[in-house]
C-alpha cells in the first residue's frame, strides 16, 4: 500500500512567485491535512478535509495561503504570492475513520524555500 | 492553553538503556486518542504508538510503550533498549472526540542515543 505522495520534496522560489504543493492521499482515508513545521512554531495544521470538502481552515495563515481538494486522491495547497516568512517543511497527512484511534499518515513532506 | 506538553528540551541516553520522553496533555473530552510519532533526521513523521482513554493496558509496540497515568493525564513514551537509529525528534500528539477532530501535536522532545 503505497503512503502518502508529496511533490516536490523541495522547492525553492523568489519572493512574489506562486508556489504550488501536492498531495495524493493513502487511497481509502476520508480525511486529508495539511501542516506546516518551522523552528520556530513547531507543527501547524494549516487545514483538513473531510471526503473532500474543507472543515477547518482556521490555521491558514493569510488569504495568500488556498488549498484545494478537488477529489478523494488529490490535494494542492497554493501560495500566491509568497513571502519569505512562508519558508518551512509542508506536510500532508491523511487518515481514515475513527478518528481518535487512528493516525495520521505522513508524507515525506515538501521543504519551501522562499528567496 | 496548551494542549499537549513536551518540556524536556533534550534527552540523551545510553546506547542500549532505556530512556522515558514525557508528555501531558489537557482536554475535559472523555474520550481521546494519544499518539507518538518520531521524526528523524531525514524529516520524515512516523507513526509510533496510540494509546485510547478508555483502554485498560498501557500500549506497547516492540521497543516502545506507553505509561500512561489517565488521572495526571500523562502519556509518557519508553524506549527499551535503545539504539543508536533512536536519535530523533519524538512528538506527542492527541486527537478528542467529536465529529470533525483534529490532531494536535506538542513542540517535540530531541533524543540523542549515545554509543
Known amino acids: 500500500d503505497a503512503g502518502v505522495i508529496q511533490s516536490p520534496r523541495h522547492e525553492v522560489t523568489e519572493m512574489g512567485q506562486e508556489v504550488t504543493l501536492r498531495c495524493k492521499p493513502i487511497?481509502?482515508?476520508?480525511?486529508l491535512f495539511w501542516y506546516r513545521q518551522t523552528m520556530m512554531r513547531g507543527l501547524e495544521l494549516l487545514i483538513y478535509?473531510?471526503?473532500?470538502?474543507?472543515?477547518?481552515d482556521s490555521g491558514m495563515p493569510e488569504d495568500r495561503f488556498s488549498a484545494k481538494m478537488p477529489n478523494a486522491s488529490f490535494s494542492t495547497l497554493k501560495i500566491q504570492p509568497s513571502e519569505p516568512r512562508d519558508s518551512a517543511v509542508y506536510f500532508c497527512?491523511?487518515?481514515?475513520?475513527?478518528?481518535?484511534?487512528?493516525?495520521?499518515?505522513f508524507g515525506n513532506g515538501t521543504r519551501l524555500t522562499v528567496t | 492553553a496548551q494542549k499537549i506538553t513536551q518540556t524536556q528540551p533534550g534527552m540523551f541516553v545510553q546506547e542500549k538503556e532505556a530512556v522515558t520522553l514525557d508528555c501531558t496533555y489537557d482536554?475535559?473530552?472523555?474520550?481521546?486518542?494519544l499518539f507518538w510519532y518520531k521524526q528523524p533526521s531525514s524529516g520524515e513523521m512516523i507513526f509510533l504508538i496510540y494509546q485510547g482513554s478508555y483502554d485498560q493496558q498501557n500500549a506497547t509496540e516492540g521497543r516502545y510503550s506507553l505509561n500512561f497515568q489517565k488521572a495526571r493525564k500523562s502519556a509518557n513514551l519508553v524506549i527499551s533498549a535503545s539504539q543508536l537509529g533512536d536519535s530523533a525528534m519524538y512528538f506527542c500528539a492527541m486527537r478528542e472526540s467529536g465529529a470533525n477532530s483534529k490532531l494536535t501535536f506538542g513542540k517535540g522532545i530531541t533524543l540523542s542515543v549515545r554509543p
Open positions: 478535509f473531510n471526503n473532500n470538502v474543507p472543515i477547518d
Open positions: 482536554t475535559s473530552d472523555p474520550s481521546y486518542g
Open positions: 487511497s481509502g482515508h476520508d480525511y
Open positions: 497527512a491523511s487518515s481514515r475513520l475513527p478518528l481518535t484511534n487512528s493516525p495520521l499518515h
